[in-house]
């Protein structure tokens, strides 16, 4: 028997109609799991919207990267469609969480139309109401600090580690917005906040400054997936429970990567006393100032002439500690450059534009890293030798040529660092509009 024209396209508007309840529901659903709901409460709210929209849930499949549904009307047609939408960042926000269970009860009660609730899915994300970033930056630094002093810090580190913590909750907040990769952002986070709370912890007296470099990376923890990772696996769904906490596990693996390189480098070159034994202050001041007046030479903006003066502080800093650690003028030099390539290519995060040039703001960073006495020192000493009729110093040629070579590595290794980072992190060569 052939269907008539007539129960085709009866078919076809079904199909229609169920793939908009299908996608109604999964909006739904994915808002719920970005909002940091365990696996239950989504496959619960998919369930509710579904059936308040007059369809009947056949599979619910709840992953980590994508939630897929299959529904199926009511009638005696029996027509099925299954549907799949992407999952977003996974974060923590009750009131958007609240919100979207709310609109979950809604639905079931038969009120709204797919469509409807599909627009106000849209709507919640937007107008949810969030705390700025800067109240939410200084209340996590503060409970960072806070936790500090339940695990034993002194009074004297509590507002280095505010201070820490608020920096890295700044990061982390413009990397996610930015949607840069997680793992790289526990990395980077976890290694500029402990440093920044050990290294001022020290500055600043405390004899607990390595307790503070943990408490300053406690915004990091993932207690929330934990918590859903077990639960998940508890209540029959181990496949997201498993990837939950794989994730978890991962992001702690990072989170320590972070901390030992900063705790190593602190251990490694000590506190204030040696720090200033190493003249790192003055290297930083003078490697700013060197690297603005560049800025201005090059006819930067004001604004510019700034952040190129911390790129040059930044330069100074790890080529000092570099040189400290032995690791030769030109390998310092090019973990310098590479420093502040990746200092630039971290404004692109910041809410403001930042005109950088590409990549003249890091040379200009850079350039009073050049070695030009050891320059001066090799020419010199060529042209000393070259002057010599009779009694060469070999001596003298072979301390001009190693100058010299020094001079050549060291450029080439500047050179190398800012193009392989530019390279790595890309970054668009023009504003956008």
């Not at 027509?79 to 919100?99: C, E, F, K």
């Not at 070159?269 to 202050?281: E, M, P, R």
Request: net charge positive.
């Amino acid at each position: 028997m052939i269907d008539s024209p007539s129960s085709q396209d009866h078919i076809r508007l079904r199909h229609r109609h169920l793939e908009k309840i299908a996608m109604a529901a999964l909006n739904v659903g994915c808002m719920l799991m970005e909002s940091g709901a365990k696996a239950e409460v989504v496959r619960n709210g998919i369930e509710m919207v579904v059936k308040g929209l007059g369809a009947e849930t056949i599979a619910v499949r709840i992953g980590y990267a994508s939630i897929s549904l299959t529904v199926r009307d009511g009638g005696d047609v029996g027509n099925t469609i299954s549907r799949l939408l992407q999952v977003g960042h996974h974060g923590v926000n009750l009131q958007l969480n609240n919100a979207a269970r709310a609109l979950a009860v809604r639905a079931s009660q038969g009120s709204l139309t797919p469509e409807a609730i599909v627009e106000e899915v849209a709507g919640l994300r937007k107008k949810t109401p969030k705390h700025h970033w800067v109240t939410v930056a200084l209340a996590t630094g503060l409970a960072c600090a806070s936790f500090g002093q339940l695990l034993g810090t002194d009074a004297t580190a509590f507002l280095p580690i505010w201070f820490a913590g608020f920096i890295g909750q700044t990061i982390r907040h413009f990397m996610v917005l930015n949607k840069q990769n997680v793992f790289a952002m526990v990395t980077i986070v976890a290694f500029v906040s402990s440093a920044i709370g050990g290294l001022i912890s020290q500055l600043v007296g405390s004899v607990t400054p390595e307790m503070a470099m943990f408490a300053s990376v406690l915004l990091l923890v993932p207690g929330v997936p934990s918590m859903n990772a077990q639960t998940d696996i508890m209540e029959g769904s181990p496949t997201l429970g498993s990837a939950r906490a794989l994730t978890v596990f991962m992001i702690l693996i990072f989170l320590t990567v972070g901390v030992a390189l900063s705790r190593y480098i602190l251990m490694r070159f000590g506190a204030y006393d040696q720090l200033l034994n190493h003249n790192i202050v003055h290297h930083i001041l003078f490697g700013g100032i060197a690297a603005a007046g560049f800025g201005i030479l090059f006819n930067f903006s004001w604004r510019t002439v700034g952040w190129t003066a911390i790129g040059g502080g930044i330069a100074l800093a790890v080529r000092t500690l570099g040189l400290d650690a032995q690791w030769g003028l030109a390998m310092s030099s090019t973990m310098a450059a590479a420093a502040v390539t990746v200092y630039v290519r971290l404004l692109y995060l910041l809410p403001v534009y930042v005109p950088t040039g590409g990549s003249m703001l890091a040379i200009a960073g850079c350039i009073p890293m050049i070695p030009g006495s050891g320059a001066a020192h090799g020419i010199v000493g060529l042209m000393t030798f070259a002057s010599q009729h009779d009694n060469y110093d070999v001596a003298l040629l072979g301390s001009s040529v190693a100058s010299m070579l020094s001079v050549v590595f060291t450029i080439g290794g500047i050179a190398a660092a800012i193009t392989l980072i530019n390279e790595i992190i890309k970054r668009p060569s023009f504003p956008t509009l």
